[in-house]
């Protein structure tokens, strides 16, 4: 085993930990689906926002069945990246309904309004259904549009009213299940739920990416130089430690503002001190060994010593940090939306997922607060245990006794 490299060793301790390995895999898939995002959700409507307050509350599994009316405004659509990133925008409208029968160019629905109320009868002419405009009707002749540049007439009457009848029964009377259930404005808990992850994961990851930048910088900085620098660098980050990271980072967020953007950078600089502390001590433990005065005989400049001598030697401890701090992101994004500081509404976020529902919770739905709730402990629990796992890897006596 001697032939391995550094990163080969801590890869092979790692595999060991079956349970790193495993929160590892949950986090890779995780990331897999928010990435995904839209592409796999029920409801891929931008910020999956369809709503349908007929069917507010129901239970998870619960199917229905609807009849699509084709909206009157033109909807473009998205290629496969925009739908990915930002959803597509849906061409319909859909109506609930629990039946429907047809006569001549009319659809009967009976359009579902509650569990406990009878259904209301509607009547829908077939070509607005599909086409989203009204017929003309002229001389026997039946003149109809699916745009404004796409018109068609037809001298069969009754066959055009059969060959739309069975155009709806098949591609505009559909059902629905809703897996998880939906939320109290009707809409998918599972398609918000897989966008909620990728806010989590992307403030995880913001977050991480800024306080890494400034807590590697000030603390190799403070660590490296020494004297009044380290002073005072110090001092600026016992009293940042001092504060509590929740207050912290909503005195930022009243300072920037309500946004994602704001919250990447509020739990970013709420993050650094404790990367800059752990540098500082390790380049403390490192600047006076042979080779970085090896290094400053032969007449390298300070910042090559710090970038390509002295960093490169304490990774494992900032990588640990960096997962550990990568929980604490969500937990603390996850907070702030339970607040209100946090993104805005419609965007859906597991924080404000939890406080639009948590009344429920002494109900028969406490499940629409559970299921966010689960899905950030999962999530954070996961960053734990590879983080334990990281540790364990770079742990120098764990390398040296096991090879």
């Given at each position: 085993m001697t032939d391995l490299s550094p990163a080969q060793r801590t890869w092979r301790l790692f595999k060991r930990n079956k349970i790193a390995v495993t929160a590892l895999a949950f986090i890779i898939i995780t990331i897999l689906i928010a990435i995904l995002g839209y592409l796999i959700m029920p409801d891929s409507t931008p910020m999956a926002n369809n709503m349908t307050i007929q069917l507010s509350i129901k239970k998870p599994g619960s199917e229905f069945m609807f009849l699509r009316l084709r909206k009157t405004e033109p909807v473009d659509t998205v290629n496969i990246f925009s739908k990915m990133l930002f959803g597509q925008p849906s061409f319909y409208r859909d109506v609930p309904i629990t039946a429907y029968s047809f006569n001549r160019d009319s659809i009967y629905v009976d359009e579902y309004i509650g569990g406990e109320d009878k259904p209301e009868k509607k009547v829908y002419n077939i070509f607005e259904v599909i086409t989203g405009q009204k017929?003309?009707?002229?001389?026997?002749?039946?003149?109809?549009?699916?745009?404004?540049?796409?018109?068609?007439?037809?001298?069969?009457?009754?066959?055009?009213?059969?060959?739309?009848?069975?155009?709806?029964?098949?591609?505009?009377?559909i059902k629905k299940a809703f897996w998880l259930g939906t939320d109290i404005y009707g809409r998918d808990m599972l398609s918000r739920l897989i966008l909620g992850s990728r806010i989590s994961l992307a403030v995880g990851l913001m977050s991480v990416i800024i306080s890494m930048l400034l807590g590697v910088t000030i603390g190799a900085v403070a660590g490296y130089?020494?004297?009044?620098?380290?002073?005072?660098l110090s001092w600026l980050m016992n009293i940042l430690w001092s504060l509590p990271a929740l207050l912290l980072v909503i005195a930022i967020s009243f300072a920037l503002g309500k946004g994602l953007w704001q919250i990447f950078i509020a739990v970013?600089?709420?993050?650094?001190?404790?990367?800059a502390r752990l540098v500082r001590g390790q380049v403390l433990s490192l600047k006076q060994v042979e080779y970085v005065e090896a290094a400053r005989s032969l007449g390298f400049n300070?910042?090559?010593?710090i970038t390509k001598h002295i960093l490169p030697n304490i990774i494992g401890p900032i990588l640990v940090l960096a997962s550990s701090n990568?929980?604490?992101?969500?937990?603390?994004?996850?907070?702030?939306?339970?607040?209100?500081?946090?993104?805005?509404?419609p965007m859906p976020t597991w924080g404000s997922m939890i406080k639009e529902h948590y009344g429920y919770i002494v109900m028969d739905s406490a499940y629409l607060a559970i299921m966010p709730g689960l899905a950030i402990m999962l999530l954070v629990y996961a960053f734990n245990l590879v983080t334990i796992g990281l540790r364990d890897a770079f742990d120098i006596k764990s390398q040296s006794t096991r090879f």
């Open positions: 017929p003309n009707y002229k001389d026997g002749n039946v003149t109809f549009c699916y745009s404004q540049n796409n018109c068609r007439t037809s001298l069969a009457r009754e066959e055009t009213f059969k060959r739309f009848r069975d155009k709806i029964i098949s591609d505009y009377v130089f020494g004297g009044w620098i380290d002073a005072a970013g600089l709420s993050m650094w001190v404790e990367v300070n910042t090559r010593i990568f929980a604490s992101a969500i937990l603390l994004e996850a907070g702030l939306s339970f607040l209100g500081f946090g993104a805005q509404p």
